[in-house]
Nanobody, 115 residues
Framework: QVQVVESGGGLVQSGGSLKLSCEVSGRTLSAYDIGWYRQAPGKEREYLARLWDNGLTQYEDAVKGRFAIFRGTTKNVVYLQMNNLKPEGPAVYYC?????????WGRGTQVTVSS
């Protein structure tokens, strides 16, 4: 079983920055990808970014140029650096461990961007 734990959420003003962390542990495969998503109250979970095991990255258009997904010094920790945050209110940010057709979600970390 794979455990995924997000951290780093909080309250930030519009235009500010926040760095989220995703730590993966347990029975992970040697190769896996990490995705970041967010879900606002009453809305569907939406994709933000993905880091492939080979180092390639992909971003949803709305966050391109503002967000960056990257690994830390150890492979099992992945960050999401968020800059120039927009006043979109509260949302829970989720990390997903992706390996083949399956995956594991974390419980999320709350981010609120105030205007």
């Amino acid at each position: 079983q794979v455990q995924v734990v997000e951290s780093g959420g909080g309250l930030v003003q519009s235009g500010g920055s926040l760095k989220l962390s995703c730590e993966v542990s347990g029975r992970t495969l040697s190769a896996y990808d990490i995705g970041w998503y967010r879900q606002a109250p009453g809305k569907e979970r939406e994709y933000l970014a993905r880091l492939w095991d080979n180092g390639l990255t992909q971003y949803e258009d709305a966050v391109k140029g503002r967000f960056a997904i990257f690994r830390g010094t150890t492979k099992n920790v992945v960050y999401l650096q968020m800059n120039n945050l927009k006043p979109e209110g509260p949302a829970v940010y989720y990390c997903k461990y992706v390996s083949g057709p399956g995956g594991s979600w974390g419980r999320g970390t709350q981010v609120t961007v105030s205007s």
